[in-house]
């Protein structure tokens, strides 16, 4: 048997052949992770300064969305969301169900959402939304300077209230689940 004896040249070019392929490896697999897979969401709400943070769950069929807005910053709730919505929808396979938005209302505006909130639903029930505008403008002309929008989207309505420097946003799913009395046919009046 012959033996072959290693010398430094060949060590060397080994050496340097398993630390490029190590490197490719590990390196390429963390710069793809960062750069296409870990959180691409990341990328997209940080070149929206209108968005301080956010958190996705997934909960059943859908997706839980929470947010934390720079109301300075919100000029149009629904035209904000909706591309992260579909950025959501695209990514992760599953539609953005919920969507709540970390702020608290002053007592004002909590009034006036509290107030809204009857023509909010009555305009979810029905399908009608004249009223809901004639209540929305009502209320705005009784703020003085404020103001008060609701956006139609299609699968929620974008609720933006501003008065001076008070800010309160909410978003409802604009269709109301079957779920208690609606479930049972108990919202309406009918024979029995």
Partial sequence: ??????????????????????????????????????NPLEKWIRSNPAVNAFQLQEQGEGVSLELKLNPERVDNLQTLLEPFLREVLARKGKAVTKVSIANEPSPALAEIYYKLSFALEEAKATGEYNTLYEVLQTLQAEAGEADFRVYLGADFLYVQLKQGKDAYFTVLPRHNGATGLAAGGGLKGGKG
């Fill in 1 to 38: 048997m012959s033996r072959k004896y290693w010398s430094l040249r060949s060590i060397i070019f080994v050496m340097g052949v398993f630390s490029l392929t190590a490197g490719l490896l590990f390196g390429g697999g963390f710069l793809y992770e960062k750069i296409f897979q870990r």
